[in-house]
C-alpha cells in the first residue's frame, strides 16, 4: 500500500502523557513523528523492536542500557532490541522514531 499525504494530515495520538504521535505502519516497521511537551518523560522499558530515533528540534536526554546523554537536532540514536531506555525532553522536542517490526499497539 502506498501512501501520499502530509504528516500533519495525520491524526496525533497521545500515547504517554506529553508525547503526541503521528504514525506510518508498513508491512515490517513503524515510522512515529513526535512532538513531545518540555519535562515529559518515558520510564525505563523495553521492547522487542529494533529503534533508530532521531532529534529533529529541542533536547532530549536518553538513558539506553545505562548510558545517560542529552541529546540535539541531528542526533541519531539505535536501541537494539530488548535494550532497556528512557527519556526525557528537556526542551520541547521534536522527534522521528523507526521501529522494526511494526508497533501493533500504536495502531
Known amino acids: 500500500m502506498m501512501v ?8 496525533p495520538k497521545e500515547i504517554i502523557k506529553g508525547y ?7 508491512e515490517n516497521m513503524t515510522i512515529a513523528f513526535w512532538e513531545v ?9 523495553n521492547h522487542i523492536h529494533e529503534q533508530v530515533s532521531q532529534i529533529i528540534d529541542g533536547e532530549f536526554e536518553m538513558n539506553i542500557g545505562g548510558e545517560i546523554k542529552i541529546h ?18 528537556i526542551t520541547p522536542c521534536k ?3 523507526i521501529f522494526n517490526p511494526v508497533r501493533e499497539d500504536y495502531k
Do not use: M
Open 72 to 89: 540535539k537536532p541531528g542526533s541519531v540514536l539505535v536501541i537494539p532490541s530488548n535494550v532497556e531506555h528512557s527519556g526525557k525532553a
Open 20 to 26: 503526541k504521535g503521528r504514525f506510518v505502519h508498513t
Open 95 to 97: 522527534i522521528l522514531d
Open 37 to 45: 511537551e518540555a519535562g515529559s518523560e518515558i520510564p525505563l522499558h
Open 4 to 11: 501520499n499525504q502530509l504528516i500533519s494530515e495525520i491524526e
